[in-house]
């Protein structure tokens, strides 16, 4: 067995109390400045130290500027470690930050001279110079979970820390809070009432097990166990419950487990712990359905509409959405029509806050995506104000999504630059402002076909209140194309130009929901041939690939069995 290197080590982690120590920068780089700022959250006082001529970077300058750092103008001496600290240890500096280039001679002896003083060194890129790293770190309050790769990829333990980081419940530290407080109540409590005469105790964080006697019963007949036994108690929901669960509580519900435990720990009986469970608090999702299709749902919304107890969803929903929806679950189809979407938008949000009240969980399920042109931001407004801010989900928006599945690319190269996504349809059901003509720009009219005439005659005419803007007009033969449907079975795609769209819906009838795509990209893939418009019927490609993946599937199944 070869006998172990110092690279077979683990390195001792540890969490340091930096505050009011000396902390000495020597180079003013970009890097010395992450040091500084490092410094700076721990609560110490940084030196740095460079030469006058020396390029500042500029955020450093602004720490030093503001009186949070300081800046000693000279190059590194030997008796800088030990006259540059705090008088309480003698002026010798806490820590000393190298930020210049590794491979200079100065550079190994401030190291050298670090380690016989028993500074704490630290060197860019040279980890046989250091004698401690820097973790890479998620602060959350109190918890601050820091991951070192002992120098073998400092970009790999950045994306360490971001990974668990983002498991955790949001604003976990809250939590962590809350229960060091409760601890410390219990132990003043139990100190108060006699029951506890141990000293409260920092436990040792990098315990790798509990006691064996962790999960032991406490009889009444057990006196010393009896004296720790909320202590014990609370160590079990530490340990045992859900971290999204420990991440909700709050004050009252601190108060609602102590008392819960005073009327039940006197007969013996474990307190219930199951108050935060079994309390119902209300949750609203605003979802966005996709374009039509089932399969277009994110898996988030999927998931909201089978965890749902009410649902909200608006009236253009295609219906095999809506059959995804359990048969147990509330639902409710936005009444809105012509002159009363307003008072159809005002029901649902009361409808949405009552059940909020009740502690139900509330799925607004919109069509397309919630925040383009769904009123979205409005109603994450309306319900933030009444105390409960929604999860947003977005939606495969049919502004871009539609044009794909009509065989039109929104940019090609050499016909299309820019894409352009507007509303046919205004405030109070007025026309909007009519962009101006862009030769290289595609335009996706959404809520439009209705009041399709007009638009094309804005678009397509100077109204004399535009004269003196001189807005540019769209030539009548620009080609554009209809989209209903988009995504579904009964998809219809009518292809004509401004010239003739409105004569060809007016023949043709209406399928909603539509919109218009306006510009040259239209007729890249497809055109009219000579023709006034081409009508097509039609979309099984999303089912067509549902049908394979299930003979796969069953195929598989049959070979196993």
């Not at 998809?491 to 539509?514: D, F, K, Y």
């Amino acid at each position: 067995m070869k006998p172990p290197t110092d690279n077979d080590h683990a390195p001792l982690l540890v969490a340091l109390n930096a505050a009011a120590q000396v902390h000495l920068i020597i180079g003013a780089t970009s890097l010395a400045a992450a040091r500084c700022t490092k410094s700076l959250q721990a609560g110490a006082r940084p030196i740095i130290l460079a030469p006058e001529a020396a390029d500042i970077h500029f955020s450093l300058r602004g720490n030093i500027e503001q009186g949070l750092a300081q800046w000693v103008k000279k190059e590194f001496q030997d008796q800088d470690l030990t006259t540059l600290g705090r008088e309480e240890v003698d002026h010798v500096v806490d820590a000393v930050f190298v930020t210049s280039g590794a491979e200079t001679p100065l550079v190994a002896h401030i190291s050298k001279l670090c380690k016989r003083l028993r500074i704490p060194v630290n060197v860019t890129d040279a980890p046989d110079l250091c004698t401690f790293t820097l973790l890479s770190t998620h602060s959350d309050g109190p918890l601050h979970i820091g991951i070192t790769t002992s120098g073998r990829g400092c970009k790999l333990s950045s994306r360490l820390r971001r990974e668990i980081a983002s498991s955790l419940p949001a604003d976990f530290g809250q939590a962590v809070d809350r229960l060091g407080a409760l601890r410390r109540r219990i132990w003043e409590e139990d100190q108060a009432a006699g029951r506890s005469v141990a000293k409260l105790e920092v436990e040792d964080e990098d315990s790798v097990a509990q006691s064996h006697t962790f999960n032991s019963l406490v009889t009444a007949e057990d006196a010393n166990a009896a004296k720790t036994r909320r202590m014990r108690w609370l160590s079990q929901i530490c340990e045992y419950w859900p971290l999204q669960r420990l991440a909700s509580i709050t004050d009252s519900d601190v108060d609602a487990i102590l008392n819960a435990y005073a009327a039940d720990h006197s007969n013996g009986t474990p307190p219930n712990t199951d108050i935060i469970s079994k309390r119902n608090q209300g949750k609203i999702i605003l979802a966005g359905s996709g374009p039509g299709h089932p399969d277009l749902l994110t898996r988030a919304t999927h998931n909201a509409i089978r965890n749902a107890d009410i649902i909200l969803a608006d009236k253009l929903v295609p219906a095999p959405v809506l059959d995804l929806i359990p048969r147990r679950t509330e639902v409710h189809i936005a009444r809105k029509f012509p002159g009363n979407a307003d008072q159809a938008q005002e029901e649902f949000l009361q409808m949405g806050l009552k059940a909020l009240r009740e502690g139900k969980h509330v799925l607004r399920l919109k069509q397309g995506d919630p925040y383009l042109y769904g009123r979205g931001a409005e109603e994450y407004d309306f319900f933030r104000n009444e105390g409960y801010i929604p999860v947003v989900l977005p939606g495969i928006t049919s502004a871009l999504s539609a044009p794909l599945f009509a065989d039109i690319p929104a940019t090609h190269r050499g016909v299309s630059d820019q894409v352009l996504i507007c509303t046919g349809t205004g405030r109070k059901g007025a026309a909007p402002e009519p962009p101006t003509y862009v030769p290289t720009q595609t335009v996706v009219f959404l809520m439009a076909l209705h009041r399709l005439s007009s638009l094309v005659e804005t678009l397509t005419n100077t109204a004399p209140s535009e004269e003196k803007e001189r807005r540019v007009l769209w030539p009548v033969n620009t080609p554009c194309t209809v989209v209903e449907r988009a995504s579904c079975p009964d998809q219809r795609i009518i292809r004509t130009t401004l010239e003739h769209v409105c004569r060809a819906v007016e023949q043709e009838g209406s399928r909603p929901p539509g919109l218009l795509i306006v510009g040259a990209s239209c007729h890249v893939l497809h055109s009219p041939e000579g023709q006034k418009w081409v009508v097509e019927e039609g979309f099984r490609g999303l089912d067509e690939l549902r049908g394979e993946a299930e003979l796969l599937l069953n195929g598989d199944n049959d070979t196993k069995a």
